[in-house]
C-alpha cells in the first residue's frame, strides 16, 4: 500500500507542476482529489484491508490528502503572479509620445470672433439645417421664378427626398438669407440677429470660388434704422476683427431681396492694394453685399413694408479669414493640410 500511496504522490506532484493555466489546475484538483480522484479510491479500500493496516493507511490517505491541497494551493499562486507580471520587454524610461494638440479651423476661430462682436452689440446668434427648399432659398426672398440662380447650375437640387412641408423642391442652402425669413416667422419683432454657417453652389472652383463656403449675415429689422447707424456698426465690426482701420468702400449693388442694395468693398490686405490673384488686380475685394430687406421679403415673414425696415448684411468669412492672415487661395481653408492648418493653432 505504501508503494502504491508513494505512487500517487509523484504521479500528482508531476500533474499539479504542469498546470499551466488556474482551469488546468481545477481538473488536475478534480482528479486528485475529487469524488472519483485517487484518494478517494484508497479511502474507499481501506474496510477490505487488514484491521492492523487500516489506521495507518487511513493516515497516511489523509496526509497526502493534505500535501495535494498545499501544492495545488501553491501553484495556483505561482500562476496568478505570472499571469499578472509585466513583460520584461516593456521599458519604463523611454519618453512617452505626446498626444497632437487639435485647434480651431481659421473660419471658426473667424466666426466665434464675430459672433462675440455681435453678441455684445445685442445681437442673437441663430442656426439652421443645411437643407433648405425652393420657397426658403428663392420664392420668400422675391427672387422671379425665371431668375438664373434657380437654375440647376448654380444650386443643388435634392432628388428622391420627400418634399419640403409645403411640397415645394428641397435644395442644399445657396445661400444663408432664406433663414433670415424663418427666424422673422418664429420670433417677436424688434430682431436683431445674426446666422453663420455653410452654403453650397454648383460653381467651377478657383482662387476666390469654392463649392461650399461660409457665409456670415446680420440681419436688424426694426420700425426704424437708419443706413448710417448701419454703417458705423460694419465699420466697428471690421476695426474688432482686423484690429485697426480698415479702407472701406460702399457702392450700389442689386439684389433681389433687398431695397435698396449695396456691396461693401474692403481694401485688399493681402497686397495692401497693389494688386493680386485674392483681389483680382483691382486693389479691392467684396467682402459684404447687403441692403434693406426689400418689401415682399418682409411680407414673406409677416410683416408690414409700411410698418418695418432693416439693415442687412452677408459677410464672406472665407474673404475675411484670406483678409486677415493674408491667404491667396481660398481651397486651402478645405485642403486638409495640416501643413497650412497647423499655423493658426
Ligand atoms: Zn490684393
Known amino acids: ?9 509523484n504521479d500528482g506532484r508531476e500533474r499539479i507542476a504542469k498546470a499551466m493555466t488556474v482551469i488546468e489546475l481545477q481538473d488536475v484538483k478534480a482528479f486528485l482529489l475529487g469524488k472519483q480522484g485517487a484518494i478517494t479510491e484508497i479511502l474507499k479500500e481501506i474496510p477490505k484491508l487488514d484491521v492492523s493496516l487500516r489506521a495507518d493507511t487511513g493516515r497516511a490517505a489523509n496526509k497526502l490528502k493534505d500535501q495535494f491541497t498545499a501544492l495545488i494551493d501553491s501553484r495556483r499562486e505561482e500562476i496568478n503572479i505570472k499571469a499578472s507580471e509585466i513583460k520584461p520587454d516593456f521599458d519604463l524610461s523611454i519618453p512617452g509620445a505626446a498626444p497632437a494638440g487639435g485647434a480651431l479651423h481659421p473660419i471658426t476661430q473667424m466666426c466665434y470672433d464675430l ?10 446668434i441663430f442656426q439652421e439645417s443645411d437643407i433648405s427648399s425652393e420657397l426658403y432659398a428663392f420664392d420668400n426672398l422675391n427672387f422671379p421664378p425665371d ?10 437640387w435634392l432628388e428622391g427626398h420627400d418634399k419640403g412641408r409645403g411640397g415645394e423642391r428641397l435644395c442644399l442652402r445657396p445661400h444663408l438669407t432664406g433663414a433670415s425669413v424663418r427666424y422673422l416667422q418664429t420670433h417677436e419683432p424688434p430682431y436683431r440677429f445674426v446666422y453663420p454657417g455653410r ?10 470660388h469654392e463649392r461650399a463656403f ?5 440681419l436688424i429689422v426694426d420700425r426704424e434704422f437708419t443706413f448710417s447707424a448701419g454703417k458705423v456698426m460694419i465699420k466697428s465690426i471690421l476695426s474688432k476683427v482686423f484690429g485697426r ?3 472701406v468702400r460702399m457702392r ?12 461693401i468693398d474692403m481694401g485688399c490686405l493681402v497686397c495692401g492694394g497693389a494688386g493680386c490673384s485674392v483681389c483680382k488686380h483691382v486693389g479691392w475685394i467684396e467682402i459684404m453685399p447687403g441692403g434693406t430687406p426689400h418689401p415682399n421679403v418682409l411680407r414673406a415673414a409677416g ?7 432693416g439693415f442687412y448684411v452677408n459677410i464672406g468669412l472665407d474673404r475675411l479669414v484670406m483678409m486677415r492672415y493674408g491667404i491667396d487661395d481660398v481651397r486651402l481653408f478645405r485642403g486638409a493640410d495640416l501643413r497650412f492648418l497647423e499655423q493658426f493653432k
Open 214 to 218: 461660409f457665409q456670415y449675415e446680420a
Open 1 to 9: 500500500m505504501k508503494d502504491k500511496l508513494d505512487a500517487i504522490l
Open 252 to 263: 450700389v449693388g442689386f439684389f433681389p431681396f433687398v431695397e435698396p442694395g449695396f456691396e
Open 199 to 208: 452654403a453650397y453652389r454648383n460653381e467651377s472652383t478657383d482662387a476666390r
Open 115 to 124: 459672433n462675440d462682436t455681435f453678441r455684445s452689440l445685442g445681437f442673437e
Open 303 to 309: 410683416l408690414d413694408p409700411d410698418e418695418f425696415t
Open 245 to 247: 482701420d480698415v479702407p
Open 147 to 156: 431668375h438664373p440662380a434657380r437654375e440647376s447650375m448654380d444650386t443643388y
